[in-house]
């Protein structure tokens, strides 16, 4: 399991979700008070002992980035603990308008 490579896609404009997704991607919805989406699926990979992970994000990317880098401890150097990657989108794809 040690070459094995998560790619979680985090990008969502979650337009069924609306009024909770009008600021933010969809895996970055507040969940239980302090969680959020994405922490379930990182949850679950960590869990199964996967160490690299890759969050790919795209729509309104600002809040999940910043709930990912701060909840969950990024150090690449350590094989004991989580090596993961945030990859930012490219600047047109965070604009909420436009198609």
């Known amino acids: 399991m040690s070459k094995t490579l998560v790619v979680i896609l985090g990008g969502g404009r979650g337009a069924r979700l ?8 969809k895996p970055a919805v507040p969940l ?12 679950n990979a960590i869990n199964s002992g996967l160490r690299q992970i890759f969050v790919l994000t795209q729509f309104q990317s600002a809040s999940l980035n910043r709930h990912v880098s701060s909840a969950f401890r990024f ?3 350590a094989l004991s603990n989580l090596g993961t990657a945030l990859k930012p989108p490219p600047a047109e794809s965070q604009r909420s308008g436009g198609k």
């Open 75 to 77: 150090d690449p150097f």
């Open 18 to 25: 609306a009024p909770l997704t009008r600021f933010r991607s």
């Open 32 to 43: 239980g008070g302090k969680y959020r989406l994405i922490d379930i699926t990182l949850s």
